[in-house]
């Protein structure tokens, strides 16, 4: 059996996990921030739905990251500071960003989240860590599915140049 081969909680995380996980929690920290930005913006129920879906898993994400971090007596990210509550009509209309803005935003968000998630698993020897990210990935994965679908619905989709017709193939 080799160094690796035990329980994995009980392995020691190599540095690229430790800053993976560092950074990962950071990031989750800046989401939940940011995400209540955006849900104080936001207008439409539903999108407030997903946002708020958007800021309890980062919050998962956030505390799960942290508590491995200490686990293995390494110091996490610091929190950032609550911010103060804000009322849709307060906003005025030049610093308000709209719905239509508001879901690519988050969608993209989820979009990086995936391929950070993604580089994460790729070079992990942990298994639990691997397991975790996927996890992470799996909920991203769905909450961009959501989006995607209540942009649709809302005509906030804004789709690149479609392929209607498609070209004869050539002969040769």
Not at 40 to 48: M, R, S
Request: hydrophobic letters at 40%.
């Amino acid at each position: 059996m080799g160094i690796l081969s035990g329980n994995p909680k009980e392995e020691p995380l190599h540095y690229g996990e430790i800053y993976d996980i560092w950074q990962f929690s950071m990031a989750a920290k800046g989401c939940i921030s940011g995400y209540r930005a955006l849900r104080y913006h936001a207008g439409d129920p539903d999108l407030k739905k997903i946002i708020d879906k958007g800021i309890d898993q980062a919050e998962l994400e956030a505390s799960e990251c942290d508590r491995l971090l200490e686990g293995n007596g390494f110091v996490p990210p610091p929190e950032l500071p609550a911010r103060p509550e804000a009322k849709l009509e307060d906003i005025p209309a030049g610093a308000r960003f709209t719905d239509m803005e508001i879901a690519p935003m988050i969608s993209a968000d989820m979009a990086a989240g995936l391929i950070a998630c993604s580089q994460i698993m790729g070079k992990c020897i942990r298994e639990d860590v691997g397991a975790l990210f996927a996890k992470y990935h799996a909920t991203k994965a769905a909450i961009g599915l959501s989006m995607l679908r209540l942009s649709k619905e809302k005509g906030w989709l804004v789709p690149p140049p479609l392929q209607i017709k498609r070209p004869e193939p050539v002969k040769a």
